[in-house]
């Protein structure tokens, strides 16, 4: 039979990373077997009955559960010091699951508006069809938050630090003002992942990935969570189980061996983009640096208080508007042309064209995405490879 290898009270982060969750079959393989099945089989009808009507445990179907997604449900639990979690299909999926759980008709959220950009198309289109409504915020501006607050208000959503300015968001803060007004605080924990920061311990209700990223962090497959007590995430598990969102059980596999090697990975971006943002902050060509570890940076405080790293993503911003940004874009023989994040290839991309490319010239402004501004999400090559490779283009401007 499967065996559950239990880990002592005190394991530390790196060892949870690389052993929580873990069940071996009892074929006594070391690293985890994937399960690729679709339905379970049962010793005899009774016994069928009995896993189907919840009095002995077991699996029914792998559109409910499937113990390699356990596994890594477990490993993130583990991670993000949470009691249940619910693995998903995409991101996307996992912020779908929290609002249909969580979400009905008449109801009230309150959303960051330096959010992904597809959140904002669940936000203000798919769930707009169905009578809730959003405000949306600037992430930084608690008035904006507290102002924005009314009684049917359920749920605040946010991403922190920001995607390309990299702003940080006060999570003590924001869970006061989600908890007087009796709303969940769900954070998108994408960019920090739980190696360099962990919501749920400052008072999240739920924090949600999109483990296409960094959790996988090489770039091979799509897969999400959502994390957070039984009483939050059950009611997701349930819709789950219904929709069908639910994790491929390969990818739960890949997703885990990521898990592996999480915070080494987390450090090296993290060193990377620090050293890039140095860099390019002394360029004489560069005529700002978004990033939440330089000392001149609005977030630097906060990023200090609530993470233990500051992220692998940062943006700078030349003269010269899209046709001097493009040119660097165009000169990198190494970084890859890409909006995607999250690998071990350092990405370089032009958000007013790209990732940001749908909002008005007046939102563009708003947010600060300017035609001059680049976003680097910096991988794991080495940094003065890396530095030769901007400054291909910097110098030609
Ligand atoms: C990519 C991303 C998502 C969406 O995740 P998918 O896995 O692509 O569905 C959500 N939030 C953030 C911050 C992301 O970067």
């Known amino acids: 039979m499967s065996q559950r290898w239990p880990l002592p009270e005190d394991a530390a982060f790196e060892t949870l990373s690389v ?74 999926a996992a912020i ?13 959220v309150v959303c960051s508006r330096s959010v992904f950009g597809t959140t904002v198309t669940i936000f203000a289109k798919t769930l707009a069809q169905f009578g809730v409504v959003t405000t949306f915020v600037d992430l930084v501006d608690l008035d904006q938050w507290r102002d924005a607050m009314q009684d049917n208000t359920k749920m605040l959503f946010l991403e ?18 989600a908890h007087d007004g009796d709303a969940l605080l ?13 919501p749920l311990a400052w008072g999240a209700d739920i924090v949600m990935h999109s483990a296409t990223k960094y959790i996988d962090g090489q770039g091979r497959c799509m897969g999400g969570i959502a994390l957070g007590s039984k009483k939050l995430i059950e009611p997701m598990q349930l ?48 005529t700002d640096v978004h990033y939440c570890g330089l000392p001149h940076h609005p977030g ?28 660097i874009i165009d000169a990198v023989q190494i970084m890859s042309r890409t909006a995607n994040l999250g690998d071990t290839r350092t990405t370089i991309t032009h958000p007013a064209t790209t990732t940001h490319c749908r909002l008005s010239d007046e939102d563009k402004q708003r947010a600060g995405i300017s035609e001059g501004l680049i976003r680097v999400a910096a991988g794991l090559e080495n940094v003065e490879d890396l530095k030769k490779d901007l400054e291909r283009g910097l110098s030609q401007l």
């Open 239 to 286: 819709w789950q189980r219904a929709a069908g969102a639910s994790l491929s059980p390969f990818n739960a596999w890949v997703l885990m061996k990521g898990l592996e090697t999480l915070k080494l990975r987390m450090d090296a971006h993290c060193r990377n983009a620090q050293q890039l943002a140095w860099w390019l902050a002394e360029h004489p060509k560069v």
């Open 160 to 177: 922190t630090p920001s995607n390309p300015l990299c702003e940080v968001a006060d999570l003590e803060a924001l869970v006061k003002i």
């Open 19 to 92: 052993r929580a969750g873990s069940i071996r079959s009892g074929e006594r393989e070391h690293s985890e077997a994937v399960y690729l099945t679709s339905s379970f089989t049962y010793e005899s009808a009774a016994q069928a009955a009995a896993v189907f009507a919840g009095e002995e445990e077991g699996n029914v179907y792998s559109r409910y559960t499937n113990p390699g997604v356990r596994m890594f449900e477990e490993r993130m639990m583990a991670l993000e010091g949470a009691e249940e979690g619910c693995a998903t299909a995409s991101g996307m």
């Open 96 to 108: 779908l699951g929290i609002c249909m759980a969580h979400l009905k008709t008449g109801d009230h």
């Open 300 to 327: 630097v405080k906060l990023a200090r208080k609530q993470q233990q790293g500051y992220g692998g993503v940062l943006s700078f911003e030349v003269d010269g508007g899209r046709e001097a940004a493009w040119k």
């Open 186 to 198: 769900v954070v998108d924990n994408c960019f920090c992942t739980p190696a360099l920061q962990q």
